[in-house]
């Protein structure tokens, strides 16, 4: 399910119009993961138009990843560092 969510997430930052969606991808999943929804649209794709669907769509999945345990959001975000 998560391997989902993040594949997800790199479509989603393609379809935003990224120049290169390995520019983007590492602080918007970093963001997914550690700061809160309303960082997502300040942050990441501030510059981008996001539609209200979308908008819908990246709070479920910050939803979804807030469920996580400490452990395992800490992992993906050791895991960010690493292949970064």
């Excluded at 991808?25 to 997502?40: H, K, M, N, R, W």
Aim: glycine share 4%.
């Amino acid at each position: 399910e998560l391997t989902a969510t993040l594949l997800i997430t790199v479509v989603l930052c393609s379809n935003l119009g990224a120049s290169s969606a390995h520019e983007i991808v590492p602080s918007f999943l970093q963001t997914l993961l550690e700061g809160s929804a309303e960082q997502l649209y300040t942050g990441p794709i501030s510059q981008y138009k996001v539609d209200d669907l979308t908008r819908a769509a990246l709070t479920a999945l910050k939803e979804c990843i807030d469920e996580l345990s400490p452990e395992h959001r800490k992992a993906l975000v050791n895991l960010l560092v690493i292949h970064s």
